[in-house]
């Protein structure tokens, strides 16, 4: 049901990024960010670039789309001026409240069926879910590749 859950995510993710002609990539940075703000914690191409899996390159490409898009702005900071910051414009948290309205409005109604102590077991089961595949995907990265020419 994880499984499912995920796929039909991503195809909303995928939906709604196109209808504004954002690719999944985007979003996702931009919602990096978000969190990296929530939290009080700088935002830099670096950062987005671990965070996402980038290569270098790829990371300036993203960048670059969501400044040219007016989604983010890119600033200077430190006493020497070469550590950029990525902020996020009004833009881009009126564009993204617009975009996940609809499944965050059918998930707070789906939520709604539910009692707290329902949803506090659920919030323990994904939390749970969440950390066992962080853990497995750390076991992943570590494991020498495959060799796929025995298969």
């Given at each position: 049901?994880?499984?499912?859950?995920?796929?039909?995510?991503?195809?909303?993710?995928?939906?709604?990024?196109?209808?504004?002609?954002?690719?999944?990539?985007?979003?996702?940075?931009?919602?990096?960010?978000m969190t990296h703000?929530?939290?009080?914690?700088?935002?830099?191409?670096?950062?987005?670039?671990?965070?996402?899996?980038?290569?270098?390159?790829?990371?300036?490409?993203?960048?670059?789309?969501?400044?040219?898009?007016?989604?983010?702005?890119?600033?200077?900071?430190?006493?020497?001026?070469?550590?950029?910051?990525?902020?996020?414009?009004?833009?881009?948290?009126?564009?993204?409240?617009?975009?996940?309205?609809?499944?965050?409005?059918?998930?707070?109604?789906?939520?709604?069926?539910?009692?707290?102590?329902?949803?506090?077991?659920?919030?323990?089961?994904?939390?749970?879910?969440?950390?066992?595949?962080?853990?497995?995907?750390?076991?992943?990265?570590?494991?020498?590749?495959?060799?796929?020419?025995?298969?």
């Amino acid at each position: 049901m994880l499984q499912e859950f995920s796929l039909e995510t991503n195809r909303y993710v995928d939906a709604a990024g196109g209808r504004n002609n954002m690719h999944r990539t985007d979003l996702t940075a931009l919602s990096v960010i978000m969190t990296h703000t929530a939290r009080n914690q700088i935002v830099t191409p670096g950062v987005l670039r671990k965070e996402l899996n980038l290569s270098s390159p790829a990371t300036t490409a993203l960048i670059d789309r969501l400044h040219g898009s007016g989604h983010v702005v890119r600033e200077r900071q430190g006493t020497d001026r070469r550590q950029v910051q990525l902020r996020m414009t009004p833009k881009a948290y009126r564009d993204g409240g617009a975009m996940f309205l609809p499944l965050a409005r059918q998930m707070g109604a789906a939520m709604a069926e539910f009692t707290p102590e329902e949803l506090e077991i659920a919030t323990r089961f994904l939390t749970s879910m969440i950390e066992a595949t962080i853990r497995a995907g750390r076991e992943a990265a570590a494991a020498p590749p495959s060799d796929a020419a025995a298969v």
